[in-house]
């Protein structure tokens, strides 16, 4: 029995799909799985993993016959899984070579249900890493507690801890039947974590990065990852939040409450400004105008989105200096 199995769905990832598994067969620990779960990609994925899979025999491959998205190829993953950890990896991405040894470690020792930790976040353009996702208060791993997490998925919020990808004990996973929100193909993470919380999970956070996350749009070029498959439809994230909010509403403090309605606020504004943007593009005169009935909001995501790139540009500015001074 493997100690960590590793998830990772892919679709049309042939270009890239083997930088995410030589991450893992880089990592300082090699007790572990990897499952790949090809969501019905039409290019070569499948030949890609299948030739991966007859070369090593921790890899296992499930073949999905329909397109279902990342939370449906994840769950399908995870019930095949053999690991005491559970780890999530997106094709587009990859792993620093101790991660799995760092996280885990973290987890036994503080009998951790969830661990999470900091990222890199890459210009997928580039390739070159921007910045790490969020500044850390110091390098020991920490609780992780449900307001802390909320309060980092605001408009404000220089990166969202809803996207951040969790190494999950697995027999509490089961036990807790903690699962994906298959309806979901953009933000199935933030779901996910959420219902992790509401079944009590004890979640910790490393501070330090050990995740490259291969950003959707390029801080620097705003332009489009060529590696992203996401859909970027937010009504079901919205009606997905929304449903949480209610099902769990006694159990959750006035603080909480606020938190949450602020997040579903978060993700509206995003989702119009996204709209906005595609409307403009496609000049689709009746889409706009369905936009334009919220100003507020738009401007909002907007400034919000604009805002984050140029934390980060900074943010990526400064650590190259520091590094440049100490040379």
């Not at 996280?103 to 969830?114: F, I």
Request: with cysteine; proline share 5%; aromatic share 10%.
């Amino acid at each position: 029995m493997p100690y960590v199995s590793v998830i990772v769905p892919a679709y049309n990832a042939a270009d890239f799909i083997i930088d995410s598994y030589l991450s893992v067969v880089d990592q300082t620990i090699d007790d572990w799985e990897i499952i790949f779960v090809n969501d019905a990609s039409p290019d070569n994925t499948l030949k890609v993993l299948e030739s991966i899979a007859a070369a090593d025999k921790r890899v296992k491959v499930i073949d999905l016959q329909s397109n279902s998205g990342p939370a449906c190829a994840r769950n399908s993953g995870a019930a095949v899984a053999e690991g005491h950890w559970i780890a999530v990896l997106d094709a587009d991405d990859r792993y620093s070579p101790d991660r799995l040894e760092v996280l885990t470690r973290a987890g036994e020792r503080n009998e951790a249900d969830v661990v999470v930790d900091n990222q890199f976040v890459v210009d997928p353009i580039s390739k070159a890493v921007v910045s790490p996702a969020f500044e850390p208060a110091n390098g020991d791993p920490a609780i992780l507690n449900f307001v802390d997490f909320l309060r980092n998925t605001q408009s404000n919020t220089l990166f969202d801890f809803g996207y951040l990808k969790p190494v999950i004990r697995r027999r509490w996973m089961v036990t807790n039947r903690i699962r994906y929100e298959e309806k979901l193909r953009v933000g199935e993470d933030l779901l996910f974590l959420l219902e992790c919380y509401a079944s009590g999970a004890r979640v910790m956070l490393v501070p330090n990065p050990h995740y490259y996350y291969y950003a959707q749009y390029s801080p620097v070029s705003r332009r489009r990852s060529p590696m992203s498959r996401t859909n970027e439809n937010y009504g079901p994230m919205l009606a997905a939040t929304d449903a949480f909010r209610e099902k769990y509403r006694s159990e959750q403090s006035d603080l909480e409450q606020r938190l949450l309605r602020s997040t579903r606020e978060a993700l509206h504004e995003a989702m119009l400004a996204r709209a906005l943007k595609a409307h403009l593009g496609q000049f689709d005169l009746i889409g706009l105008g369905f936009c334009l009935r919220n100003p507020v909001r738009i401007l909002r995501g907007l400034y919000f989105e604009k805002r984050r790139g140029i934390l980060l540009r900074r943010q990526g500015k400064r650590r190259k200096q520091s590094r440049d001074e100490l040379i």
